[in-house]
């Protein structure tokens, strides 16, 4: 009988140019049916990660060539400390804010224009938003998750921000359909949404078991280029915060810049084609 020996593919990241912060595991205020993150019954859970993890990691990376720190949860918009966290991150880079858009409204959109003016770098929203028509995005987002995000749509392009909309193709249809359905909400919104607007990903199906003989050697993965950290520690990328198959180590002072590719969430990266988390900025030249 011949032995088989079965090796795991891994990937090594080319440059540290993404910096995910994770603000909050488990804290937000929906409960989207396809969200990756298995979350508690309690919306009340208070696992916000301490500033001085970030100052600690901000100057542990002073040395690498970060284009972005993105600024990710659960919600991250639910830290008490959130404004001053993003204010000390954008003396770093630009910030990208991962949000459902709850907490935007036009007072909020104008002071966060009036912190964006405070430097150089820019505050870029990332809204989640997964269906253009109102039903079946609150089917799977929560009732009153399409009004909210429109609102801070309207309330953050009032303000001269450009909004990217995350969509999960949850349904699963045709992308130029999506875009131009999503394209006609905005301009009702009064914003004059482009085609690098949109950040389309393939439906995740976290229960699927992981299948065998994938070929990575194409894969266009957020570990390549990024690492997350999180109140515990840093892991590859946002889909494997504190799982620890994603674990590269506790502190950017000795962190791992390989990882395995093991996990389901491996090959829904792989069958995404563009990386889930991180802006392509070439789109925006
Ligand atoms: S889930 Fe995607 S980004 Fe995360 S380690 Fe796997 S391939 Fe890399």
């Known amino acids: 009988m011949k032995n088989i020996i079965f090796q795991t593919p891994t990937c090594n990241m080319i440059e540290l140019n993404n910096l995910f912060i994770e603000l909050?595991?488990?804290?937000?205020?929906?409960?989207?049916?396809?969200?990756?993150?298995?979350?508690?019954?309690?919306?009340?859970?208070?696992?916000?990660?301490?500033?001085?993890?970030?100052?600690?990691?901000?100057?542990?990376?002073?040395?690498?060539?970060?284009?972005?720190?993105?600024?990710?949860?659960?919600?991250?918009?639910?830290?008490?400390?959130?404004?001053?966290?993003?204010?000390?991150?954008?003396?770093r880079s630009n910030v990208c804010i991962f949000t459902n858009g709850s907490f935007i409204n036009e007072k909020k959109a104008r002071f966060l224009k009036r912190v964006e003016e405070e430097g150089n770098n820019e505050i870029i929203f990332k809204l989640s938003i997964d269906h253009y028509d109102e039903l079946k995005n609150d089917e799977i987002r929560s009732r009153g998750s399409y009004r909210t995000v429109i609102h801070a749509i309207k309330s953050l392009t009032k303000y001269g921000f450009n909004p990217i909309l995350s969509i999960t193709?949850?349904?699963?249809?045709?992308?130029?359909?999506?875009?131009?359905?999503?394209?006609?909400?905005?301009?009702?919104?009064?914003?004059?949404?482009?085609?690098?607007?949109?950040?389309?990903?393939e439906f995740f199906d976290k229960n699927k078991p992981v299948c065998e003989n994938i070929d990575y050697s194409q894969i266009n993965s957020d570990c390549k280029y990024g690492r997350i950290l999180t109140a515990k520690g840093i892991y590859s990328c946002p889909f494997l915060a504190n799982d620890h198959?994603?674990?590269?180590?506790?502190?950017?002072?000795?962190?791992?810049?390989?990882?395995?590719?093991?996990?389901?969430?491996?090959?829904?990266?792989?069958?995404?084609?563009?990386?889930?988390?991180?802006?392509?900025?070439?789109?925006?030249?």
């Open 24 to 91: 909050t595991a488990k804290n937000c205020n929906q409960r989207c049916k396809h969200c990756y993150i298995d979350f508690p019954l309690s919306k009340q859970v208070k696992d916000f990660i301490p500033f001085d993890n970030i100052k600690k990691a901000l100057n542990d990376t002073k040395n690498e060539n970060i284009m972005c720190i993105y600024l990710t949860g659960a919600e991250p918009m639910t830290h008490p400390d959130f404004n001053l966290i993003l204010r000390t991150c954008l003396k």
């Open 169 to 201: 193709n949850y349904y699963n249809e045709d992308k130029k359909t999506l875009i131009n359905e999503f394209k006609k909400i905005c301009i009702k919104a009064g914003f004059d949404a482009q085609d690098n607007n949109f950040t389309i990903n």
């Open 245 to 285: 198959r994603g674990r590269c180590g506790s502190e950017f002072t000795d962190f791992a810049r390989h990882n395995t590719l093991e996990t389901n969430f491996c090959e829904a990266c792989m069958k995404n084609k563009e990386r889930y988390f991180g802006i392509n900025f070439n789109l925006f030249q």
